[in-house]
């Protein structure tokens, strides 16, 4: 999401009455039921959300701070805004500002009543792919039960061959309006007829097939491909493939989750895989050359140095995931373990007491020669 501050238009040392008016200027002007542009809806929903936060002096202060991640940890929202703010939040603080003695409660109706086409909710998946998948990219094909709408009745709701007529509870408008009236002057609240869902019409027979609904659920297949370098709770978005809308509105989105399924053989880290290489004692001190799987590159070839020591980091260079924004890929880290036989044979027994006679002490950490500082810090100290 933007700035809340440049959603605003306004400088971020802006007082509480610069931030309100330009909430009220911007708020009046992306009105759904005064701008039919498609994207006035999303954008009175930013503005709306942008002066809740600015608004309140603890919240704002929090976005100074930590900028959206700060107020949504504050809030406790897992995200899409503080407190997962929605259009009916951004109408709700709408008929605050405005509602009461200035004239404009009764002006609008409530965007996204029942009555008039609207956009049918999104499905949400969870898919599960392999290491693998996730760093070579995959061609999936699922199966989702979504809302479609009715073909005997084209989404009308009406059995075929028979008509609609005006609901007489609501006058047609689909909508019941109360009047209250107070100090400060009058305030209209609006809400969608009960009789007619907010249609301003009633079925005079409703559709076999889907009951009145204008829906109907089927089950169909779904095509989509994961990017190479996804990782878990990275999601997709299928534009318009989702829950068709009420009264032929356009249909939602599937949004498809990603879960990455682990890989006994590598630890990933960002777009980083760790591989642990057990080493037998002499490869350890000789040095060797070994062979080590990644997950595109098949078998690579890896150097082990001689003297290396257990836990020691190697690194195989564009050998670990994709980049899933940018070019490029991660590396693949080796650890190297040093494996300590359990069951010797009469011959390494034999072999391992040789070197017993001949082998330096390893080296105490606590009685290791001491640096340049830690000299000098003794010599003080004494």
């Known amino acids: 999401m933007a700035d809340y501050y440049e959603l605003l238009g306004i ?11 330009a909430y009220r200027q911007l708020a009046m002007q992306y009105h759904p039921d005064r701008n039919e542009a498609p994207e006035a809806e999303a954008r009175f929903r930013q503005v709306t959300e942008a002066y809740e936060i600015l608004r309140d002096a603890e919240k704002r202060q929090q976005y100074d701070r930590y900028g959206e991640a700060g107020v949504k940890r504050q ?73 479609v709408r009715c073909s005997r009745c084209s989404g009308d709701g009406a059995e075929p061959g028979t008509s609609r007529e005006s609901c007489a509870h609501c006058g047609g408008s689909g909508e019941l309006r109360q009047m209250q009236r107070s100090m400060l002057g009058q305030f209209v609240t609006v809400r969608p007829c009960s009789e007619c869902g907010g249609a301003g019409e009633r079925i005079g027979e409703h559709c076999q097939e889907c009951r009145g609904d204008g829906l109907v659920r089927v089950e169909k297949n779904v095509k989509f491909s994961v990017p190479a370098g996804v990782s878990t709770d990275d999601y997709l978005k299928l534009s318009g493939q989702g829950n068709a809308g009420a009264s032929n509105g356009p249909a939602g989105d599937v949004l498809v989750l990603i879960e990455v399924e682990d890989d006994a053989r590598f630890e990933r880290r960002g777009d980083d895989l760790v591989y642990n290489l057990a080493v037998t004692l002499s490869q350890a001190a000789l040095g060797a050359d070994v062979e080590v799987p990644t997950v595109i590159d098949g078998v690579a070839k890896l150097t082990v140095p001689a003297g290396v020591q257990g836990g020691q980091a190697l ?15 991660g590396d693949q880290v080796v650890r190297v373990l040093v494996w300590t036989p359990t069951n010797l044979s009469r011959e390494e ?29 003794r010599a003080f100290t004494a």
């Open 315 to 329: 690194r195989l260079r564009n050998k670990g995931m994709p980049r899933l924004r940018a070019s490029g890929r």
């Open 75 to 147: 809030a406790g929202a897992p995200g899409g805004g503080f407190s997962g703010f929605d259009f009916s939040d951004a109408f709700e603080v709408f008929m605050r500002e405005f509602g009461a003695g200035s004239g404009l409660g009764d002006l609008f109706r409530r965007a996204g009543s029942p009555r008039g086409p609207r956009r049918g909710s999104d499905v949400k998946l969870r898919v599960k792919v392999t290491l693998e998948e996730a760093a070579r990219g995959a061609e999936k094909n699922l199966k989702v039960k979504v809302l």
């Open 11 to 21: 400088s971020r040392d802006a007082d509480s009455e610069q931030i309100k008016r």
């Open 349 to 377: 027994r034999a072999a391992l007491e040789r070197l017993a006679e001949v082998e330096q002490p390893a080296p105490d950490p606590a009685n290791s020669e001491p640096g340049f500082w830690e000299r000098v810090k």
